[in-house]
């Protein structure tokens, strides 16, 4: 159900990308592409950041004002199509092929991040903000040293990450919230971040 769920979010991502205009993906357009034989079924996937109205799915539009300044409706709605599946598991990061399907390019992942709206661990791997942060504070509290599989695991199991996919970042940007000191032997070293 997860994944016939995050498919709908890329066929209206997709829909908003060619119709700018329209107000959301019709229901039984929405059916046809998902192949699902009934449109109840399109209703009990639309889940936030999705809803039905009239007839449609559509993105729910940001609470309070533009919280996507500067970024073109289609980008905007994936982002928030994105962070909505962050939310669920934010260590781990959306593959290309997912980008793509909702058509977050590496000039789209760079707009939204110069946003503030990704944080942009590389060209093609992303989080929500604050996940490296959330990230650094789960990892400063493990037993020092301590490996790349303490870490993994402590990510997996910890309350915010609802899925045991994580991943772990590895020489870049991921330590910045805390500074990461080299040790021997594949353990890591990291030290809460100075105030």
Known sequence: MAALAAELGEVLAAHAAREPLTPGLPLEAARAALGLPDRRLVAALARPPLRIAGGLVQLIPP???????????????????????????????????RLRKLGLDVRAIAAAARAGLLLRVSDQIVLAPGADKLAAGILTALPQPFTAADARQALSNHPAHRDSAAGVPGPGRGHRAAARRP???????????RR
């Open 183 to 193: 040790a021997p032997d594949q353990v890591r070293l990291v030290s809460r971040p």
């Open 63 to 97: 609470a309070a004002g533009p919280a996507t300044p500067g970024l073109p409706e289609p980008v905007a709605a994936a982002v928030r199509i994105l962070l909505a599946d962050l939310a669920q598991t934010p260590f781990s990061a959306p593959d290309a092929e």
